[in-house]
Structures are given as C-alpha cells and as structure tokens.
C-alpha cells in the first residue's frame, strides 16, 4: 500500500503532465480570477503564506467545479528596501543577520557569503519557496509565473505612474516625510525594521525663557501648558545653544539637523551636557510660572527638542518620573530632590468620572511602580483619550468650561500670537530603516506623492468600494476609515529594488514597493498576450488600450527579450 506521500507526489505528477491548471481564454465560458499576494522573498515561505494560499486555493478549485473558467497565476515579490537593506547590512559585518540565515532559515553558510547581493538573496529564496509552493499542489497556473524586477513587469508598473500622473493622481510637492540619512530616501512601512504604520506629527515647540534663551520643549498637547510644574531634560545627552530663525535656543543637539532638515535656519555655537540645567529655572509662557529643571531617564533626546515640560496631574509618565524623586527612587542630587519635593500638583482639566488627577487616577488602575513601567504608555494613552474627548478646561487655565478639543485650538493661536510656539513635524515613536539607520522627518521639495488627498479620487474610490463584495462585511466601514484618514504619500525612493519612477533625472529615483501593487491582477492576466514577444518592449499606449477596453495587437519596441528565471 502507497503511503500519503507517495500519493500525494503521485497525484501532483499527474495534474502537471495534464496541465491541469493552465488556463486559457474559452470563447462562452464564465471566468474567474484568483490571486495572492506575492510572498516576500528575504526568507523562504512559511506557514502564513501556506494558509492564505490555501484559502485562495479551495475557493479556485471550488469555482472550476462549479464550471468557471479559473485562473490563479502567482509572483514573487523581489522589490523595494527590504532585501536590499538585509544585503547592505550583511556586507556591513551584521551578526545578527548572519545568525538568522544560518540558524533560522537553514541556508548553509557558503550561500550566505553570496547574499551581499540582493539579486542573489532573493533568487535563492524563490527558488527554494517555488519548491515549497509546487509540493503544496496549489493549482496554480505556473505559466503566468513572474518576479516584481522582472523587465515587463517594470515596465507595466512604470506604465501605471505615468497613467497616474495624466489623471492628477501622482504630483510633485512639499511635504514632510520619514527620512532614511543614509538611503537618502523616504522610508515606507515595508521599508523598516521598527515602525511600522507612524507617519510625521505636528509637534508644538513651546519657548521657555532662559536668560537670553528660550529653551524650547515639544509638545502634542499645549493646551496643558497650564497644569506645567517643571521641565524635564536627559542629564545624559548633549544638548546645544543656536541660533534658530534669528531667536536663541537650547535644544538636544541632535535636534538641531532635524531642524535644519524642515527648512530651518539653524546656526550652532556651543554644545553642553544636559546635567549642566539640573536646578535651573525658566519661565512658562502665558502662565509666567518659574519652573525647575529636573532630570529625567524617559527623555529620548532624538524625539522633538529634547525638552518636556512636566504636567504631572494628567500625564502618567510625569506623574511617576516626579514621585521617583520624591520617593527616592531616583538617584537625584540632594538640591534636586528638595526642589522636587515642593513640586504640588495643577489640576486644570475636569473629566467625568475622574479625580482632580487622571494621571494619578491611572497609575494606579495599571498598577504602575515606577517611571519604567511599560505600562506608562498604555496609561498615557486612555488618559490623553478621556481628556481629549470628554475633558473641559477648568477656570483656572482662563478657558474655563471649553471642551479639550476646542481649546487646544484657541490655546495654541495664543501661543503663537505671543511669538511663544512654533512647530516641527517629528515621529511619535522609533522608526528605524532596513539599513538599521534610525530615520527622521524631512521636509522633502519636489518629491513625486501619490495624491491621496485629492477628494475627487477619494470619492471615486468609495463608489468601487460600494459595488464590491466585501467579506467579512464589518470591514467595509474599515476600508472606508483608511480612504479618509490617507494623504498624499511619498512613492519613490533612491534605493531598493524596482522599477524607475517615470520622469525622474537619469533613473536615480526608484517607485516605492507598497505603490505598486494598484493593479497586479491586469499584469497576471496579460502574460497570455505574449504572441511571441516580450511585454517588456510593449509601448504604454499598448497597456492603456488593453486595460481600458479595445485592446489592439499590441505595439512593441524593437529589442530583445530579457528572460528572467531563477
């Protein structure tokens, strides 16, 4: 008796020598066209792409019993910064990346000598995960089997771009982005380590006077400047005098080419150790209030300015960084702890069903201890909520019975009025590159953006959405939330793998993996319209006629066909 794998091999030969899944246009047949997203190739396929797969799979093999005429083609995904950046970071002596190709994946370590080339990297791993996926028994169609830097499929992608760009849909502009030093490129969600989905926020820069400086604090929240006790620096970082648009600052100096890096004028004169500030004093805006300066180990000094003005009765982290000083947890010079602990808590915002303290309120619900708790963040986050939505500012902040969200409004106009607030845009949390380089927002000019912005596109889209069939149901109401929460967003960067964006000066500028995926499926399906050339040399009036209906024998380039196979 054959065991299950010897029938299974059986069977799998079988549908191979039939060409059981290759499927071509029947003239009166009903069709159906199935797809998967193309596997990633920095590492072999796993577990997660066999059970998406294989949802794919039944449902193809489902619609061929009921008659259809059913294609289900596959790709893999050779583009953008990922695997070039586990290539760079493997030249680069990375022993952590080693270690994962050797012990993780199985590759012996004579390949992995060979994957400082990306091209190679990811012809290894698709070879051996085309393995995988053809013992699975898919009924995949391997004929329309292709790699996202094969030639045709460039120039398809490229194609699109230029569509695009025709209709209004990819612009040129001025915009913040999250910006890799050394890739000299924005960085998209595929393209990093850490971080993925955080987008560039508009930080408040509040000024604190400091003798003949402001010494300047970031802030989502400068509603809350009222309820301020203290400062806080990092004893430990650097820190900078400067000259920034003709006003004299204090910062962390790493905030200084951040600065620089949003247009502006930063001019440097002399750096210092943040300890030098411990004990000093500087003057609130509006409130007039003299606040402390104290230490801090929640400080990240390549996050803003560097410099947190404290608001301890409705910020969780502040709350606990000034009892650990209080309470003697915190190694703290003897000047400071006494300064510390004639610290006295503001309350100015009112919150239904809270104390006079939500951030106290809150420590204790998580259980808090101490101001390393990685609980901090889920407390801050209910809190920053509970007041945001359902918060009124008290009468002592002088915006006494307006709602939060009103008079974050009104407070910063007052700020700025004053010549007391400015703003950069800055990264609520780590975002580090495939590269392993921490990145950083940058005002980038003249960047191509996909305009996701634009109302007209966005309404176009929400009508295909409501003729879809969407499963389950519940998510068409998330579709429809991600349609209006986007806005325009870079589509090329200078390294990686993968097409050249359409108008760029001599190809230096490359389309960014997570854009080009708008219409694989009109891609997959035209690997049929060969007729004995390569859709390389196709024109991209061939493309446009053949997606719009009407398609003509198509137009193609006189040069050679450039096969790819692995």
């Known amino acids: 008796m054959s065991t299950l794998a010897e029938y299974e091999k059986r069977w799998l030969k079988a549908w191979n020598e039939r060409h059981l899944f290759e499927s071509d246009p029947l003239k009166g047949k009903k069709k159906v066209f199935v797809t998967f997203p193309y596997p990633y190739m920095n590492g072999p396929v796993h577990i997660g792409h066999c059970f998406s797969a294989t949802r794919v799979d039944v449902y193809a093999r489902f619609k061929r019993m009921q008659g259809y005429n059913v294609l289900f083609p596959w790709s ?44 190679y990297l990811a012809s290894y791993y698709t070879k051996v995960s085309r393995r995988v996926v053809q013992a699975t028994g898919f009924s995949i169609d391997w004929r329309r089997e292709f790699t996202t830097v094969d030639p045709a499929y460039k120039r398809f992608i490229e194609w699109q771009y230029l569509r695009l760009r025709e209709l209004g849909y990819v612009v040129q502009g001025t915009h913040p982005v999250v910006w890799c030093s050394l890739d000299q490129s924005p960085t998209g969600d595929h393209d990093r380590l850490e971080g993925e989905g955080v987008s560039p926020e508009e930080f408040n820069l509040l000024k604190f006077k400091l003798g003949d400086f402001a010494l300047v ?10 309820g301020a006790t203290n400062l806080w620096v990092d004893p430990d970082a650097e820190y900078s005098e400067a000259r920034v648009d003709e006003e004299l600052w204090i910062v962390s100096s790493s905030a200084l ?28 805006p509006l409130t007039g209030a003299s606040l402390p ?51 006295e808590l503001i309350s100015m915002i009112e919150v239904p069903g809270h104390s006079q303290y939500p951030a106290e309120d809150a420590v204790k619900k998580f259980g808090i201890k101490d101001s390393t708790d990685a609980r901090l963040a889920d407390a801050t986050a209910e809190v920053y909520k509970e007041e945001f939505h359902r918060g ?24 700025a009025k004053e010549g007391h607030l400015t703003k950069m845009h800055e990264l609520p949390q780590r975002v580090v590159c495939r590269c392993g380089t921490r990145c950083y927002v940058k005002i980038l000019e003249n960047q191509w953006f ?67 995926s708008t219409w694989r499926s009109t891609r997959l399906t035209s690997l049929s319209m060969r007729r004995g050339q390569s859709l390389s040399t196709c024109l991209p009036r061939f493309w446009t006629s053949s997606s719009w209906g009407g398609a003509p024998r198509p137009t193609w380039r006189r040069q050679p066909r450039c096969p790819r196979r692995c």
Not at 102 to 112: K, L, S, Y
Not at 217 to 226: K, Q, S, W
Not at 258 to 283: C, I, N, W
Not at 469 to 498: H, Q
Request: aromatic fraction near 10%; include cysteine; hydrophobic fraction near 35%.
């Open 293 to 343: 300066i104290l230490p801090s180990g929640f400080v990240d000094a390549a996050l803003a300015t560097g410099v947190v003005y404290s608001v301890p009765a409705h910020a969780p982290y502040d709350y606990t960084g000034l009892r650990d000083i209080q309470s003697g947890r915190a190694a703290v010079s003897r000047r400071v702890k006494e300064i510390a602990d004639r610290i």
């Open 217 to 226: 604090a970031g802030t989502l929240r400068p509603e809350t400047i009222f």
């Open 392 to 415: 009124v500012m008290k009468a002592n902040t002088g915006f006494g019975g307006l709602k939060v969200s009103e008079a974050k409004e009104r407070i910063s106009e007052a700020l």
């Open 450 to 516: 996909l305009n996701y912005s634009n109302e007209e596109w966005k309404v176009k889209t929400k009508e295909l959405l409501r003729r879809a069939s969407v499963f389950p149901p519940e998510s068409r109401e998330w579709y429809n939330a991600t349609i209006d929460w986007l806005r325009d967003w870079p589509c090329a960067r200078r390294s990686g793998m993968g097409p050249s964006c359409p108008g760029t000066r001599s190809g230096l500028w490359r389309l960014s993996a997570t854009r080009r």
């Open 76 to 119: 893999w995904h050779w583009t953008g910064e990922t695997i070039a950046g586990m290539s760079y970071r493997l030249e680069q002596g990375d022993s952590q990346v080693r270690r994962a190709f050797i012990e993780i994946d199985g590759v012996p370590a004579e390949e992995v000598k060979k994957f400082t080339n990306p091209e």
């Open 257 to 284: 080419r951040r600065l620089a890096e949003q247009k502006h004028e930063v001019t440097p004169t002399r750096s210092f150790p943040g300890a030098d500030l411990m004990g000093r004093y500087a003057t609130a």
